[in-house]
């Protein structure tokens, strides 16, 4: 297949915003499960999935890196681990909503904060906080910056031959080059997030660099809450995420060497009723 090519006047007269998903769709369609506590993806056209089907995320092979003193700090003041934990999904669903948001902005739609949005979990439309109506200023202002011509967003990265998979924030064309933009509204860890954006580029330049070329440029998009962004640019350190590999597969699995079995829960009936009785009348 011809790789896709874009000239510097392409560019600057390239129609924003693009149609969702134009330039590239993903190769195969995927959906993810928990499992004891870490997320792994698998084939959505497959049901139901076997075992050998389900591949550990790249953010939780992650896991097995530390994000510094800062996190465990802030774990050790809190006043139980609930309480942790119900603050962490509480910021988990600002990240949620400031990143949906933006993916449908950035094709052209018009966000009307006054709808709320739906959260999954509660099944409930909640309230947009004014927090992420600043951090969407803050990605408006990037765009208006940048001037990126959107390729992909939310575009799964899986391939079986792969121990990791993932879902990359966006793919954009900047200045000519490849951007691959991570969007982020927590705090900064350099270490681990390059780490993650160094695997999703390695899936990507297998699964699509034929088409488009590899990418170029690794970053992340900070949303801050006050309305700024920032632009955090990243190395690509493939020696240092194959050693991160190498250590969670020991991490990850038993003394004997064998990582987590994943487990499917059976699926329950929904229709419910009180059996009949077969006996004959008497």
Not at 170 to 182: C, T
Request: charged share 25%.
């Amino acid at each position: 297949m011809d790789k896709i090519k874009y000239t510097d006047s392409q560019i600057k007269k390239a129609s924003w915003p693009l149609p969702e998903n134009e330039q590239i769709k993903s190769k195969t369609p995927t959906r993810t499960i928990d499992f004891k506590g870490n997320r792994y993806y698998t084939q959505k056209e497959i049901k139901p999935p076997k075992t050998a089907d389900f591949i550990m995320s790249v953010t939780t092979w992650l896991n097995c890196a530390s994000k510094g003193i800062g996190f465990h700090k802030w774990l050790g003041n809190s006043s139980n681990y609930d309480t942790a934990m119900k603050y962490a999904n509480d910021r988990a669903l600002i990240g949620t909503m400031t990143h949906a948001l933006c993916m449908y902005m950035t094709w052209g739609n018009k966000v009307d904060t006054t709808t709320g949005f739906y959260d999954r979990d509660s099944e409930k439309i909640v309230p947009i906080p004014d927090e992420v109506k600043r951090r969407l200023s803050g990605y408006i202002d990037f765009f208006d910056e940048y001037k990126p011509v959107p390729i992909a967003t939310e575009l799964a990265l899986f391939d079986p031959l792969f121990p990791y998979a993932g879902t990359m924030d966006q793919l954009m064309m900047i200045d000519g080059k490849l951007w691959q933009i991570d969007i982020k509204t927590g705090a900064e860890y350099p270490k681990t997030q390059r780490l993650q954006l160094t695997a999703y580029k390695i899936l990507y330049d297998a699964l699509y660099g034929d088409i488009t070329g590899n990418i170029d440029v690794l970053a992340c998009l900070f949303l801050k809450k006050n309305g700024k962004y920032k632009v955090a640019k990243h190395k690509f350190e493939p020696e240092a995420w194959n050693s991160l590999m190498d250590f969670g597969h020991y991490h990850f699995s038993d003394l004997t060497g064998k990582l987590p079995v994943v487990k499917l829960n059976d699926e329950l009936p929904t229709v419910y009723t009180l059996k009949e009785d077969n006996k004959d009348d008497k």
